[in-house]
């Protein structure tokens, strides 16, 4: 062996020898089915491994196939999702889902243009597919993987440039074991969930060690844009009265479309009843203040909010803090 990863396939040999030995197992890499892959992806798109391994078999279960998830209607696809956030995931999956069954009889497409047809389905999940469940070679390129190529190779040109992209791009091509694209992809992600972590690696420990050029691997990567935080306030109404819980229904071009939420109200309005609530929780760049306050008798509800009776509120799909912060409210 020796410390260069420019000799692509004894790098890629010994990275797949390692994952074949040491990797994790996970039930989506159990499996050849596209269905059950494809879901794994999007599930992980934005959520963390241990949520989705505590959500994934049972989901699996009621949606064992996209026939299943496309007979179901989009309240009850949102309600089942609920606990994984980003809801436009479940509504892009259930739209691919009627695609493959009205276009394709219920079996996936085997190349990357006609994945790439189905809706919500982008360059990378198509490669995951294709990968994944064909073992065809194609390239994976996710937050992990580009920091272990930006570290193999010391290279500082920013990860979030077109250069910087370009670059990742043909290194990951010409690294990729045209074999075992499948053990290979898994490898590399692996590579950088365990030892090639952001921060501080564990190099001493690491499978291709004798194929880093990494002088100082926390430096890299680096990227032109740091992510910022920013605050947001809302004033949300708790009007509980013989009818129900006013809600709100969520209009088609909002972020939660489909989906009830506590009404808001102007904060010079809502600041006149009495405060019951603080929420704060994180959503994408945004840390959020719900500030909560009681109302009843002076509230006039909009066309969008209706009273909903308790009894209906657990099949009712509501993002994860409005679901919380109810219950909460209601004990
Ligand atoms: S030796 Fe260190 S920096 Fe290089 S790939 Fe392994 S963990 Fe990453």
Redesign the pocket.
């Known amino acids: 062996m020796t410390g260069n990863p420019d000799n692509s396939s004894d790098f890629s040999e010994s990275l797949v020898a390692w994952f074949l030995q040491h990797g994790r197992r996970y039930p989506w890499r159990e499996t050849c089915d596209p269905w059950f892959i494809l879901v794994s992806e999007v599930m992980l798109q934005q959520t963390t491994i241990p949520t989705v391994l505590g959500r994934y078999g049972e989901w699996m279960r009621r949606f064992p196939n996209p026939a299943a998830l496309a007979s179901v209607s989009e309240q009850e696809a949102l309600r089942s999702w609920e606990g994984l956030g980003y809801y436009r995931r479940v509504r892009a999956l259930q739209a691919a889902a009627k695609a493959v069954v009205e276009q394709y009889g219920g079996t996936f497409p085997r190349d990357e243009t006609a994945l790439r047809a189905l809706p919500g389905i982008g360059e990378y999940t198509a490669a995951a597919v294709l990968s994944f469940a064909f073992n065809i070679p194609a390239v994976l390129i996710d937050a992990n993987v580009a920091?272990?190529l930006a570290?193999?190779y010391d290279d500082p040109t920013p990860i979030d440039t077109t250069v910087g992209r370009r670059v990742l791009r043909r290194r990951a091509e010409e690294l990729l074991h045209r074999n075992n694209p499948r053990a290979y992809n898994s490898a590399l992600m692996e590579?950088g969930q365990t030892?090639?972590?952001p921060g501080a690696?564990?190099?001493l420990g690491?499978?291709?060690?004798t194929?880093?050029r990494?002088k100082d691997?926390t430096s890299?990567p680096v990227k032109k844009q740091e992510r910022t935080i920013s605050s947001l306030e809302h004033w949300d109404i708790w009007c509980l009265t013989e009818q129900g819980l006013l809600l709100e229904l969520q209009p088609p071009t909002a972020r939660h479309a489909g989906m009830y939420r506590l009404p808001q109200r102007p904060r010079e309005f809502a600041e006149t009843l009495p405060h019951l609530r603080d929420q704060t929780y994180s959503v994408t760049r945004y840390k959020v203040t719900r500030h909560i306050h009681r109302a009843c008798v002076t509230v006039v509800p909009r066309a969008s909010e209706h009273f909903i009776s308790l009894s209906r509120l657990e099949a009712l799909p509501l993002a994860s803090p409005d679901r919380k912060i109810i219950r909460a409210l209601l004990v």
């Open positions: 920091r272990v570290r193999l590579l030892y090639c972590t690696p564990l190099c690491c499978p291709v060690r194929f880093c990494a691997p890299l």
